[in-house]
């Protein structure tokens, strides 16, 4: 179930090559999309980005406040984290072109986190 | 001119492939090319011993204090109207950015029109205390909002001034020294000194490999709900506050400066 809603995500939105559920508490990346090229060591490198940049309650990495969304624009990729609005541990890591449709894709990939939180 | 000076000058002009002397003095810039206030400001780059660079900007004649790749100040002027003298003999600080900036202006203004800047390395004169290190030729080019791309303006302050009706707040920085500001910086002072560069420091450990220009966006990063980024490109970095609506729009705007 999971597996098939990231990759329906990414059938919509094939420029993000690499769509991960992972928890934020145990800094694991618990499933991806079908079709990613990210092996083990760059999932758990995207996974602990997330982390960072999320940061904890007490403590953000940056602000003063609970971000919901970060992008991190690169030479090469563009890296999107969405934050479950519910379950705050529960993060969808996504690696993105940089010509991605970004309201169009963060309203899919929103609704499927959420989902995917729900249900897990 | 010594024997000793004239020596040195022979031996610039025989170790400078591609360079031009005018009785003895290096052309930095003739005709506007390249842009006379950034061959100033790259001249300064260059001079890492301490040196007295005597330039000569269409007969205003400047002689600058400069060591370790850093202008310490103006030693005096001559050819330019008596008032420009209040810039000379004191040595510039980073916590007094204004005197710089007003420095910046009058350069400007001599070479907006400049035919030809021209400079000699004479040896170091006192100026100050030897301890006052002066400001870095990399900060001076954010400060004076020279021209790195021959557009006018750094990338980094393209990219604010291109997208300032979304970035509501800014803090912009060369070489680690603040060189401009707009709007109400509160949230964003403690940023930018304690969370910047422990955060690049742990980005980067995360990323070993990666380099290059870096933008990290945050959707209600700020305790009062709005959106904070921060961005760094070469020695370039801002810390900002933006309209989260307008995330694809900058997003873009990044990209596009970037590469």
Known sequence: MVAEALDRLHDRHPGCETLAFADLSTQMVLITNAKTTFRREGLDSLCAEAALAFGTDREPAIGDGAARTVFVATRDHLRIYLRSAHEPHDVLCCVCAHDTAIDFFLQDARACLETISHDV | ?259
């Open chain 2, 1 to 259: 001119m010594t024997d000793h000076s004239l020596l040195v000058t022979r031996l610039m002009a025989l170790a400078a492939n591609d360079s031009v002397f005018v009785g003895g003095a290096r052309v930095l810039s003739r005709a506007g090319l390249p842009a006379p206030l950034t061959a100033i400001i790259t001249e300064i780059d260059a001079t890492v011993l301490a040196r007295t660079l005597v330039c000569d900007i269409d007969g205003a004649v400047l002689r600058m204090a400069v060591a370790g790749r850093r202008l310490r100040g103006l030693i005096d002027i001559g050819g330019v109207a008596p008032a420009a003298t209040a810039l000379t003999g004191r040595v510039l600080a980073q916590d007094d950015i204004a005197t710089t900036k007003t420095l910046g202006v009058f350069l400007a203004g001599l070479c907006k029109d400049a035919q030809q800047v021209t400079v000699r390395s004479h040896p170091a004169e006192p100026l100050g205390n030897p301890s006052e290190a002066g400001i870095p030729a990399a900060s001076l080019a954010g400060l004076w909002q020279v021209v790195d791309h021959g557009t006018g303006q750094s990338r980094m302050a393209q990219f604010l001034a291109g997208n300032s009706p979304m970035i509501t707040a800014f803090i912009h920085a060369t070489a680690g020294v603040t060189t401009g500001t707009q709007g109400d910086t509160t949230k964003l002072d403690p940023i930018w000194r304690d969370q910047f560069m422990a955060f690049r420091k742990r980005q980067q450990a995360i990323f070993a490999h990666q380099d290059g220009p870096l933008l990290v966006c945050l959707d209600g990063g700020l305790d009062d709900g709005r959106a904070v980024a921060i961005a760094m490109t070469g020695d370039e970095a801002s810390v900002f506050a933006y309209e989260s609506a307008a995330i694809s729009t900058i997003l873009t705007s990044w990209h596009r400066i970037t590469h």
